[in-house]
């Protein structure tokens, strides 16, 4: 069974910019594709972004086009999620999941593998 672990979160300020990192253990990233989610508190669980198993597509939810950037380095069995241009509207606990298959989507059902989540806050 994979184990997924996300670090990386952390306060910061309006405008400035984190990475979080989710790492594989236990199993492999590599043929499958991989999201991020975030959920604010009192929200239901928002799709963030993903990555096909070779990195060389990405999806992403319109609220985040051209400040984030997910990408993956399958040698490390790692997902990133480089986020610029903070705003407090993406304070949320980010969660990376690995999917089912190796086409990506922004439907939670398709992934069955998750992590705990990491922190992210943003301040105004």
């Known amino acids: 069974q994979v184990q997924l672990v996300e670090s990386g979160g952390g306060l910061v300020q309006a405008g400035g910019s984190l990475r979080v990192s989710c790492r594989a253990s236990?199993?492999?990233?590599?043929?499958?594709?991989v999201g991020w989610f975030r959920q604010a508190p009192g929200s239901e669980r928002e799709f963030v972004a993903a990555i096909n198993p070779n990195g060389n597509n990405q999806y992403y939810n319109e609220s985040v086009v051209n400040r984030f950037t997910i990408s993956r380095d399958n040698a490390k069995n790692t997902v990133y999620l480089q986020m610029n241009s903070l705003e407090p509207e993406d304070t949320a606990v980010y969660y990376c999941a690995r999917s089912r298959y190796s086409t990506y989507s922004r439907l939670a059902g398709q992934y069955d593998s998750w992590g705990q989540g990491t922190q992210v806050t943003v301040s105004s």
């Open positions: 236990g199993g492999t990233l590599s043929l499958y594709a």
